[in-house]
């Protein structure tokens, strides 16, 4: 039996999602919360198989899966997002997370994901998305903290123009004009 914990700021999404997962077979044990204090707390009584993270509806400015994985290391988390979100491979290569689950898709391709990410197999292809690099969300999350080009090429031991020229191509990549829509990117699609 696998245990799963749902953290999401949206109480419909928290309610829907844990009765959705019930419906399942082999599943032991849904709890869901929304507050991170409880997340740690539950994670300590509990030790889920799995955490679903939702992204898509979350409001707050902290490194949520970043956090996550430093407390539950062994827990395989499963992201809640758009399939719009361009961050996707980032969370791939920097977090190690593969299964994704896309609230904009129908309910039977939900249910495929999520019985594919529970049976340990990765039902989303990031090979083929449009995402930002890597290093491109590493310093797009640098701006967000409100570092300038400077003293993110020092934090980075990159040359400041380096910096420079990836903030451009990630204006160019997202078609925005300017670093506080950069932000609001990074915000809305829950890299932050």
Do not use: W
């Not at 994704?100 to 019985?115: G, N, Q, Y």
């Not at 123009?161 to 829509?181: E, F, G, P, W, Y």
């Amino acid at each position: 039996m696998r245990n799963v914990l749902i953290f999401s700021k949206s109480t419909l999404y928290r309610e829907c999602l844990a009765n959705f997962i019930n419906e399942f077979d082999n599943i032991g044990t849904t709890i869901a919360t929304g507050d991170f204090s409880d997340f740690c707390s539950m994670c300590d009584k509990n030790c889920p198989d799995f955490v679903v993270a939702d992204l898509y509806s979350r409001n707050n400015g902290l490194d949520v899966v970043g956090s996550m994985l430093e407390i539950i290391p062994r827990s395989k988390i499963i992201i809640l997002t758009t399939a719009d979100n361009r961050h996707l491979s980032y969370y791939e290569s920097y977090y190690g997370i593969t299964n994704f689950v896309f609230a904009d898709d129908s309910l039977d391709e939900i249910r495929r994901a999520f019985l594919s990410a529970f049976a340990g197999r990765c039902y989303c292809d990031l090979k083929n998305s449009s995402a930002l690099t890597t290093r491109e969300c590493e310093i797009l999350k640098l701006i967000a903290s409100g570092k300038t080009s400077k003293e993110i090429a020092d934090e980075l031991c990159i040359s400041k123009n380096t910096v420079d020229t990836h903030r451009n191509k990630m204006l160019q990549k997202l078609d925005i004009t300017n670093s506080a829509s950069l932000v609001q990117f990074a915000y809305r699609t829950g890299l932050l």
